[in-house]
């Protein structure tokens, strides 16, 4: 038998949790039986750790334990079979014990180490008495037997939740331990360099289909098919674990990123065979995530194997490796959702302004405020990162409240210095989830004396908008009050034109990527002036959006768009800045339509303090 490190044995105990398995009914049972058997008092299943002996089941003891020092399981784990004393009195290694000079006054002790794994002896169960015994060779033998059954025991009850009942495959719970076994086990000089791969094989949505149609059984007669599939055809390669509803893992054990690719290749081969039940035929599907690690370092790997498996889910990719940066993005999105209520409350968040250029007053009569998150570690975030992060959270009602009035008292502070302003706020979809947003802008417009014309709301073009009849409704409920409604993005998606009829806006704000190219391409150009033309033929106000270049600003011109915004009108400005560029363009264009030369001028104008 190997002889092991002390440290081994004590890392075994705490694997393995054995501590708590102390009262366990099953244990008891045989604590008793063996009282009777032998005739002693007192009998305990004993386990040695670092310090203390901890008693898993007892009888005829108060105790739960002992300190190790005076324990005498604690010579019994160092024998490889019965450790017997039959009067401890009468022995120097004991005869001064407390346990054996007072209560209890033990005097007759025989204990059998339970051994475990690969040799390791965790405790004892033990035989005290007290009076003076020796124990026949039979009754050694039976002492030995009852070692196994208590052995037997704890590995039963170790075991027990760690296999999936549908597939009777390892559970998640089993590979969490494996590969917690291996590190312990691996020699300390030479980790093994492996990979974890997490399999998803059926499609979530189709599975829930099926579910709700016929219930249960065939989704899982399918899983268990799969299973059985991926059993046989990884053969003595690797284990299979039943990680998830739809979900397999396994471990390869050093083998080369070539050889990983080629397992999964045949894998996916093996596993792409329709399989039937209740009559139906089903396709699956084949989304793999792959992590490398040493058995040494296991710590992360399981949720990194399935960080992968989402990163080829989400790609429709046979598989993934894990990416250190993509996990980056994901962690640092994490850490912002739960960062928002903070970022509020500190001022992290501030609005820009980014005005809009009438094209037929020339006047910038108007601006969209752009929300910024100053954040203290990661610096600027830019909203394209941080609003889809915030949206997916509960709390972006909350930051569009604020959005809205900070913005509209911006608008009373630039009337305060004499500058009179319409603006325009971007809305979520998530907004309107709740129903009550109409009546806040209402509120608020009154609560400021803010007329409600003056307040453009934007909502991102999208399935969005179709989707819910409440949407159009809360949007209506908006117009019918006197606020303006655009369309943002428009032409960047699927956009039609045959739903815009059933929604309440107001105004067109066409994506800048259709301007893209307009200068050059005689296609794009009357792409760009057909969407204009429909627009103003269905009664919508019209915005560019991402106006460039003075060539460009004089096409929209020439095709009779109501507004131009973008850099080459000016960036997104701090209010200072704002009002200080609308005060120079006032004195300078003087209010009439635009001509060539000033769009020059606004340029020059807009790039100095932009943001
Ligand atoms: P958006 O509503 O389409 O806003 C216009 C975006 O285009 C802004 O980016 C603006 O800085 C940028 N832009 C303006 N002119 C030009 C140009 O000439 N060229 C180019 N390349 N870009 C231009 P920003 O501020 O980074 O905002 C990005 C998006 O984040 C916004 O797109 C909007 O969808 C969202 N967003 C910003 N603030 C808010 C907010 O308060 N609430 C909500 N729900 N979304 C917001
Ligand atoms: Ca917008
Ligand atoms: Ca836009």
């Known amino acids: 038998m190997r002889k092991l490190h002390e440290a081994d044995r004590i890392a075994l105990i705490r694997s393995l949790d054995l501590l708590s398995l102390a009262g366990h009914p099953e244990l008891d049972r045989i604590v008793a039986l063996a009282a009777f058997a032998f005739r002693v008092k007192t009998v305990l299943i004993s386990l040695v750790d670092e310090v203390d002996q901890h008693f898993l089941s007892c009888v005829g003891t108060e105790l739960r334990g002992t300190s190790r020092e005076i324990s005498v399981c604690t010579h019994a784990i160092e024998q490889d079979d019965i450790y017997e004393v039959p009067d401890l009195t009468a022995d120097p290694l004991f005869s001064r014990n407390p346990l054996v000079m007072q209560a209890p006054r033990m005097r007759f002790y025989a204990g059998a180490p339970l051994v475990l794994g690969d040799g390791y002896k965790v405790g004892t169960i033990c035989l005290i008495d007290y009076a003076p015994r020796r124990l026949d060779e039979a009754e050694r033998e039976q002492l030995r037997s009852f070692a196994n059954l208590v052995v037997g025991q704890i590995s039963l009850l170790r075991s027990m939740g760690r296999r999936d009942p549908v597939t009777g495959l390892a559970n998640r719970q089993q590979l969490a331990w494996d590969l917690r076994e291996a590190l312990r086990q691996s020699p300390p000089a030479v980790p093994v360099p492996s990979h974890l791969c997490i399999i998803d094989v059926l499609d979530v949505t189709s599975a829930h289909r099926l579910t709700q149609a016929l219930g249960v059984a065939p989704v899982e007669s399918i899983v268990r098919q799969l299973g059985f599939r991926l059993t046989d055809a990884l053969g003595e390669t690797a284990r299979v674990y039943h990680v998830?509803?739809?979900?397999?893992?396994?471990?390869?054990?050093?083998?080369?990123?070539?050889?990983?690719?080629?397992?999964?290749?045949?894998?996916?081969?093996?596993?792409?065979?329709?399989?039937?039940?209740?009559g139906l035929t089903l396709q699956t599907v084949f989304h793999a995530g792959v992590a490398g690690f040493s058995t040494h370092d296991s710590a992360d790997v399981l949720r990194r194997a399935v960080t992968a498996m989402h990163a080829a889910l989400e790609s429709g990719a046979p598989w993934c490796e894990y990416d250190r940066d993509r996990d980056a993005r994901l962690q640092r999105h994490y850490r912002l959702a739960t960062q928002v209520e903070r970022a509020l409350d500190t001022r992290e968040f501030s609005l820009v302004y980014?005005?809009?250029?009438?094209?037929?007053?020339?006047?910038?009569?108007?601006?969209?405020?752009?929300?910024r998150w100053r954040h203290p570690e990661y610096g600027d975030i830019a909203p394209d990162e941080f609003i889809p992060v915030i949206e997916g959270t509960t709390l972006m009602p909350l930051v569009t409240r604020w959005v809205l009035r900070q913005a509209l008292h911006q608008l009373l502070a630039w009337e305060e210095q004499g500058v009179?302003?319409?603006?325009?706020?971007?809305?979520?979809?998530?907004?309107?989830?709740d129903g009550r947003l109409p009546a806040y802008i209402a509120?608020?417009?009154?609560?400021?004396?803010i007329e409600p014309a003056r307040l453009e709301l934007e909502v991102t073009e999208g399935e969005w908008l179709r989707d819910k009849g409440s949407v159009a409704a809360q949007l209506g409920a908006l117009q019918a009050q006197g606020f303006n409604v655009a369309i943002d993005d428009f032409g960047a998606g699927y956009s039609n034109f045959s739903y815009l009829n059933e929604l309440p806006a107001t105004t067109i704000k066409i994506d800048r990527g259709l301007l893209v190219g307009i200068e050059t391409s005689e296609r794009r150009a009357r792409l760009i002036r057909t969407v204009l033309k429909l627009s103003v033929e269905l009664g919508y106000r019209t915005v560019a959006e991402g106006v460039e270049t003075a060539g460009q600003l004089a096409m929209l011109c020439e095709w009779q768009c109501d507004e131009a915004q973008g850099y080459h009108v000016s960036r997104p400005l701090a209010p200072e800045a704002l009002i200080a560029l609308i005060r120079q363009h006032d004195s300078a264009a003087s209010g009439s339509p635009l001509t060539g030369a000033e769009t020059g001028h606004l340029a020059t104008v807009g790039q100095a303090g932009s943001l």
């Open 244 to 278: 998830g509803v739809t979900r397999f893992a396994f471990v390869l054990a050093g083998r080369s990123r070539d050889e990983v690719a080629a397992i999964l290749a045949d894998l996916r081969e093996r596993l792409s065979a329709p399989v039937v039940s209740s």
């Open 354 to 371: 980014q005005p809009r250029l009438s094209l037929s007053t020339g006047r910038l009569g108007s601006v969209e405020a752009l929300l």
């Open 420 to 433: 009179v302003l319409d603006i325009s706020v971007n809305l979520s979809s998530a907004d309107f989830r």
């Open 443 to 449: 509120d608020l417009a009154r609560e400021l004396g």
